[in-house]
């Protein structure tokens, strides 16, 4: 079946320590986004890429990374610089195009040791 | 920044009844997309409605557009136990740069109760 998979689902971060999480999709999609939710919150874009090797920042790319090697594969790393890393992380991808839906993954939890 | 903000933030009926949901937003759009996530999971997209549509159904589901409002709203009829999620409305800008960009609201959470 084709969807989009995270991975891992809960990951707890140490202070000073970078952690990727990892986003793959088989949908045959060109864009791919990183959402971070906060709770009782919606949806804010951190990071999103509309073709390999290239991305753009969204509203809360402070503290952020992302790379785009392969059309499948969207990892985040979250870094020591971000200083409030807790929430819940989605990635989505979808067809180019303001009309398309986004398919979400089922995210990853991040929390501080 | 947040563009679309739906309305109430938290709705609880009985199994059976309508449950209508409000979301509002503040710049031109080219289309209106709902999502429905449940606790934990990843948001599932349920309608899209383009800024030239007024209505839109998809069986249980009913959305309006109203552009000169800058609203659009979502009815659940004969709501179902299993209709319990957030439901958040999502709206793509029309400024340069931003077409494949969505901007979410903060959500309603729809509790059906059995």
């Known amino acids: 079946d084709g969807g989009i998979t995270q991975s891992p689902k809960y990951l707890f971060r140490k202070e000073g320590q970078n952690v990727t999480l990892s986003c793959e999709q088989n949908?045959?999609?060109?864009?791919m986004y990183w959402y971070r939710q906060d709770p009782g919150q919606g949806l804010r874009l951190i990071y999103y890429?509309?073709?390999?090797?290239?991305?753009q920042k969204g509203d809360i790319a402070e503290g952020y990374s992302v790379s785009r090697e392969k059309k499948e594969s969207f990892p985040l790393t979250v870094t020591s610089a971000q200083k409030n890393p807790t929430a819940f992380y989605l990635c989505?991808?979808?067809?180019?195009?303001?009309?398309?839906?986004?398919?979400f993954g089922d995210g990853t939890r991040l929390s501080i040791l | 920044s947040q563009q679309g903000e739906e309305d109430p933030q938290a709705l609880s009926i009985q199994e059976g009844e309508n449950a209508t949901m409000n979301c509002s937003y503040k710049?031109?759009?080219?289309?209106l997309q709902w999502y429905r996530q449940n606790s934990g999971r990843g948001l599932v997209h349920l309608i899209l409605?383009?800024?030239?549509?007024r209505e839109k159904h998809s069986g249980r589901l009913r959305v309006t557009l109203d552009t000169s409002k800058k609203s659009s709203s979502l009815l659940i009829t004969a709501s179902r136990a299993a209709d319990t999620a957030s439901y958040f409305c999502?709206?793509?800008?029309?400024?340069?740069?931003?077409?494949?960009?969505?901007?979410f609201g903060k959500g309603t959470l729809l509790t059906v109760n059995p």
């Open positions: 710049t031109s759009i080219n289309n």
């Open positions: 409605i383009r800024s030239n549509e």
């Open positions: 949908l045959n999609h060109d864009a």
């Open positions: 989505a991808s979808s067809m180019m195009g303001s009309t398309s839906p986004q398919h």
């Open positions: 999502a709206t793509d800008g029309r400024s340069g740069g931003s077409n494949y960009k969505l901007t």
């Open positions: 890429s509309q073709i390999v090797n290239d991305f």
